[in-house]
């Protein structure tokens, strides 16, 4: 029987690095994990893509909704992974902005599919750096306040808790951000990890893959007032572009790619908003790419991994999930993908475009 888990966590907290870090320590076990990408928006996503390159497992994906609603969709993906890739470790992601995966994923399995799937406890991801905003310092880091529900109710719904980037802290504040998470939610257990490193890994992915769900309904604020104020100030943005170099002309990728963030965070802090998750995914010549992300308009860009070698043409996957209303957003990446590419003298073709706000008509 396949195990099954699922990793919820705020936008950028590292859901999807995580998955890759886990992934590669059961495959060093001798195990078969498989990945199940999930988002709201349609097939054109960042993280399947990095996933697809990076990760030492086989992939999919469920888009076009969260899989908390997607009940049939989700069983179909988790058994073709049991049957036909005979995976051992399934894992899957909620997109950031979600809650009550808990009650609409695991107990829903447990109801309808009963001993179909053996179901690891519930996971969230915790970024320290948004952590700040709901432990005592109250820290202002330029999201909305609504965010702050958001951000506990990830944690009180969660049995285990991956406080991830810890080798971003000093000693001292990791030691804050463990005491506040293990005395503020009791009911999970918490583990310090860096996915990107690898530290701690191993001991949360066997306490993980190693026990059950406890399968108990956790009260948290689903569907409230203050869930729908939360869902009412994010917006998503998803594009597929082609960005080509004169005949004879080659970029540097990564360059090219600071830059489009660059002008991104000019455009949201010239209108006052902020991006809580920007991400892009560029494939060059050959088996090159770059994958980078940013979690805020005050944050420096991040990459996972670079370009070696100048480009003369780059396939790009952008994402933005975006404290701001859609049809600004819609406005501001659009112009900055086109000065982007002016700037670097390249030809833009796009492939594809959805932006559109939590609660616009059809998404409610």
Not at 12 to 32: L, R, S, V
Not at 84 to 100: E, F, H, K
Not at 102 to 118: I, M, S
Not at 186 to 196: E, I, R
């Amino acid at each position: 029987m396949s195990r099954y888990m699922v990793l919820g966590g705020f936008l950028g907290a590292g859901k999807t690095t995580a998955m890759i870090a886990f992934a590669e320590h059961f495959a060093a076990q001798g195990k078969t994990p498989a990945i199940l990408v999930n988002d709201l928006g349609a097939d054109n996503l960042v993280d399947g893509a990095y996933t697809g390159s990076a990760a030492p497992c086989c992939m999919d994906t469920i888009t076009g909704g969260c899989i908390c609603y997607q009940t049939q969709e989700l069983v179909d993906k988790l058994r073709r992974f049991r049957d036909t890739s005979r995976a051992d470790v399934i894992m899957s992601d909620i997109p950031g902005c979600g809650i009550g995966g808990l009650d609409h994923v695991y107990l829903t399995l447990a109801k309808n599919y009963p001993g179909e799937f053996d179901i690891c406890p519930f996971v969230a991801v915790a970024d320290p750096e948004r952590l700040r905003m709901i432990m005592p310092e109250n820290a202002n880091i330029n999201l909305p306040d609504e965010m702050s529900f958001l951000f506990d109710a990830q944690l009180r719904e969660a049995e285990v808790i991956l406080l991830n980037k810890i080798d971003t802290l000093s000693e001292e504040k990791l030691g804050e951000c463990m005491d506040f998470l293990v005395k503020g939610y009791p009911n999970a257990k918490v583990f310090a990890v860096s996915a990107k490193t690898g530290e701690g890994i191993a001991a949360a992915a066997d306490h993980i893959a190693g026990n059950r769900a406890e399968l108990v309904h956790r009260e948290i604020g689903y569907g409230g007032k203050e869930f729908i104020a939360a869902e009412r100030r994010l917006s998503w943005y998803n594009r597929k572009f082609f960005a080509k170099c004169e005949a004879g002309r080659n970029v540097d990728g990564n360059e090219f790619i600071t830059a489009l963030f660059d002008k991104i965070r000019q455009g949201l802090k010239s209108a006052n908003r902020n991006v809580p998750h920007l991400k892009a995914y560029a494939s060059g010549a050959g088996k090159e790419f770059a994958k980078a992300s940013l979690i805020g308009v005050d944050y420096d860009v991040a990459f996972d991994a670079r370009f070696d070698s100048p480009q003369s043409d780059l396939r790009v996957i952008l994402n933005a999930r975006a404290a701001c209303e859609s049809e600004v957003l819609d406005f501001l990446m659009d112009g900055a993908v086109k000065a982007t590419c002016r700037k670097f003298g390249m030809r833009c073709h796009v492939f594809f475009t959805e932006c559109f706000g939590m609660t616009d008509e059809g998404n409610d």
